[in-house]
């Protein structure tokens, strides 16, 4: 098992360009969360997911769209990047209410750049 | 101010030392969690408590619902521990969470040989 995996790792992007992040679960999980990390702050929770062809905002959905089109699959985008999000992204997963815990795993993180 | 609170923000100690973290939180939970980031970056779960005490290996971690706090214990301190260590909680919901965190700053811990 890969567990939860992030691509890419590293990226540099300018103003106004955009991209996708993707993360990719194989334990099965019904949640999937996309998270940013910044200095100072804790983990915040940008969208989530509760199930495939589902999503959700979270505390700072602002400047990105998400979309869970595969249960294994969440994809993280950026129509127009700012220098404001600059950030480590992290994605994590959880098996979901039938579960019994809301242990959540986390991918390895990736590191985004705005220039 | 935020609902989870940890302190201290910055620990050293000396290997072999007895390591204590604490976390605040100011909601009602369901669920607190103790987590572990290494200095590569990587985040992983190390308890989910919604009660007392438990242990593993070195760690301990205990919570006091009543008042709303808990500690990370470290006993017999070594290099390998240095990481950031990362308190959340889970706050009750009027319906599902859908397993949704409130995360602490962080506790940065460095253990000296």
């Known amino acids: 098992n890969a567990g939860v995996t992030q691509t890419p790792k590293f990226r540099v992007l300018k103003t106004g360009q955009s991209m996708t992040l993707l993360c990719a679960q194989d334990?099965?999980?019904?949640?999937m969360y996309w998270y940013r990390q910044d200095p100072g702050m804790g983990l915040r929770l940008i969208h989530y997911s509760v199930g495939e062809g589902t999503t959700a905002k979270g505390e700072v959905p602002d400047g990105y769209n998400v979309s869970r089109l595969k249960k294994q699959n969440f994809l993280l985008g950026l129509e127009s990047a700012a220098p404001s999000q600059t950030s480590v992204y992290f994605c994590?997963?959880?098996?979901?209410?039938?579960?019994?815990?809301?242990?959540?795993?986390f991918g390895p993180g990736t590191r985004l750049t705005v220039l | 101010k935020n609902e989870v609170e940890q302190s201290p923000q910055n620990l050293t100690a000396q290997e072999g030392e007895f390591i204590t973290i604490n976390c605040s939180y100011s909601?009602?939970?369901?669920?607190l969690h103790w987590l572990q980031q290494h200095p590569g970056g990587g985040i992983v779960s190390l308890f989910m408590?919604?009660?007392g005490k438990k242990k593993h290996g070195r760690l301990i971690a205990t919570i006091n619902i009543q008042e709303k706090h808990s500690s990370l214990h470290i006993t017999a301190s070594h290099p390998r521990d240095s990481a950031v260590y990362i308190c959340a909680v889970r706050p009750h919901a009027g319906g599902t969470s859908y397993g949704k965190l409130t995360f602490g700053q962080g506790t940065i811990l460095t253990v000296h040989p």
């Open positions: 334990m099965n999980h019904e949640y």
């Open positions: 408590l919604s009660s």
């Open positions: 909601v009602g939970i369901s669920a």
């Open positions: 994590a997963s959880s098996g979901g209410a039938w579960s019994g815990t809301d242990t959540q795993y």
